[in-house]
């Protein structure tokens, strides 16, 4: 049997229905900025592997591969931003 809570989930929500509403809200922009990062990474690295075919691409290709291995660098900092905005979310609920 299955829980109809499944059911009722928003993208990018948390598994945590317990959680407050600005924490799900905060955990929501943050899946979606991780997600955007992830998949402009993913995009920049496919297309500078393409220009590696063409002999006057290359040098745009190799950028694109920096531009990707940056974004990839980004991507845990917007963990690390959750889980800190979660914890200064939980300790002023918390306190309140």
Do not use: C
């Not at 990474?41 to 190799?62: H, N, Q, R």
């Not at 531009?67 to 002023?92: A, H, K, M, Y």
């Amino acid at each position: 049997m299955t829980d109809s809570n499944n059911y009722d989930r928003k993208l990018f929500e948390p598994h945590h229905p317990q959680l407050s509403r600005a924490r799900r809200r905060s955990h929501q922009y943050h899946e979606i900025a991780y997600t955007l990062v992830d998949f402009g990474a993913a995009v920049t690295f496919v297309v500078g592997s393409i220009f590696f075919f063409y002999p006057d691409l290359t040098e745009k290709g190799t950028w694109l591969f920096l531009i990707g291995s940056i974004l990839f660098g980004i991507r845990p900092t917007v963990r690390l931003s959750r889980e800190i905005n979660d914890l200064r979310l939980q300790r002023r609920e918390s306190s309140a």
